[in-house]
């Protein structure tokens, strides 16, 4: 099995092509519940492509982008090259290579479950300011509530071995818990869907760290049942994706909250 932090080296094309942004609103949502401001430091960690730090840039915020893969991250520094406030960093959850107690925000946009939680939370600690917020976030799309959302999944299940459920599973606030420890966790949930043709439903699909890569036995399975997925269900040459930003914020407790 591939490191976590070399997984999406041979998927960043597709990655770049077909994943979702995230909502505007979620910078509306830590202004006014979290004081969120422009001259706020912001560390996103696992940055990958640069979705969402983009998001934090437009709204002046200076930020952090700490990625481990070299592939992603230099799409990520080609992707925010125009903004002057985004500083790339070579290094991980782990060990950021942040400065200490340099971060109002951490963030972290489809990575959280990627992170060794205890060290994580050692390193969160040193570089967060006191008092300084984090908001895990993950776009999820509901399996239950549609006749697509189940065959999407299932097209999952039958040529991912190691399947879980995506972000529906990483996204879950029972995952989340340990982290926090004994400090509340404040959970919103914000529509961002998207419309994708064939081509850009494909590369949505295989830019997945799950699905198999060219070579393996059920790569080319996969890729016919994705043409049978998006037949059933496009309409005039297009599927919409009823994406959710699923979003969990909240501070570390006092041992670990930056006060040390």
């Not at 340099?102 to 008092?131: M, Y």
């Not at 606030?173 to 994708?196: D, E, V, Y």
Request: glycine share 8%; with cysteine.
């Amino acid at each position: 099995m591939q490191n976590s932090k070399q997984r999406f080296t041979n998927r960043v094309s597709d990655y770049i092509k077909a994943r979702p942004g995230y909502p505007n609103q979620i910078i509306q949502l830590l202004t006014d519940r979290f004081g969120l401001k422009p001259d706020a430091q912001v560390g996103d960690i696992g940055s990958g492509t640069g979705l969402l730090a983009e998001m934090f840039l437009k709204n002046g915020n200076p930020v952090y982008g700490v990625e481990p893969n070299p592939a992603m991250r230099l799409a990520g520094e080609n992707h925010l090259r125009d903004y002057h406030r985004f500083t790339s960093i070579n290094g991980c959850a782990e060990a950021t290579g942040l400065p200490g107690h340099s971060c109002d925000f951490l963030v972290a946009g489809q990575s959280f479950h990627w992170f060794e939680q205890n060290l994580t939370r050692q390193e969160f600690r040193r570089i967060l300011k006191p008092l300084g917020w984090i908001a895990l976030i993950w776009n999820t799309l509901p399996e239950t509530e549609s006749v697509f959302g189940a065959d999407y999944a299932n097209l999952f299940r039958a040529y991912c071995p190691q399947y879980q459920g995506g972000s529906n599973h990483h996204a879950n606030i029972a995952n989340i818990l340990p982290f926090f420890g004994s400090q509340p966790i404040l959970q919103f949930r914000l529509p961002n869907p998207g419309r994708l043709n064939e081509s850009d439903f494909r590369s949505r699909i295989l830019s997945s760290s799950q699905t198999p890569e060219p070579g393996h036995p059920l790569y080319a399975q996969m890729q016919a049942a994705i043409t049978t997925l998006f037949n059933k269900h496009q309409q005039k040459g297009h599927i919409t994706l009823l994406y959710e930003s699923a979003i969990f914020v909240g501070q570390l407790p006092n041992e670990y909250a930056g006060h040390a």
